[in-house]
């Protein structure tokens, strides 16, 4: 079992920037692929961006590159999502995920979910 949980979501002007955070507890931490996703109101869930158990491999969605930087720091069994430049089809529920098979990652079918945290990005 691996339980998540997000932080650090809120309200922010377009141009701004916001970090997520993911603690995790329960199951290794380190042998896990990590994910955010997102799903803003009356769409679908959407994946943002992955990273490997070393951290070592990431992958974006086209709409996030080189604005946003999804890193993890293994010592503290937390995942961040570094959000820059933020525009307002940014705005969403933001989710983090785990799964030990990072296509089913990739596929949003990770075992483990967070509950989400708001993030608003006003104009």
């Known amino acids: 079992q691996v339980q998540l949980v997000e932080s650090g979501g809120g309200l922010v002007q377009a141009g701004g920037s916001l970090r997520l955070s993911c603690a995790a507890s329960g199951r290794t931490f380190s042998s896990v692929y990590m994910g955010w996703f997102r799903q803003p109101l009356g769409k679908e869930r959407e994946l943002v961006a992955t990273i490997s158990w070393s951290g070592s491999s990431t992958h974006y969605a086209d709409s996030v590159k080189g604005r946003f930087t999804i890193s993890r720091d293994n010592a503290k069994n937390t995942v961040y999502l570094q959000m820059n430049n933020l525009k307002r089809e940014d705005t969403a529920v933001y989710y983090c995920?785990?799964?030990?098979?990072?296509?089913?990652?990739?596929?949003?079918?990770?075992?483990?979910w967070g509950q989400g945290t708001q993030v608003t990005v006003s104009s």
């Open positions: 995920a785990a799964d030990s098979n990072p296509i089913l990652l990739l596929r949003l079918s990770a075992e483990y």
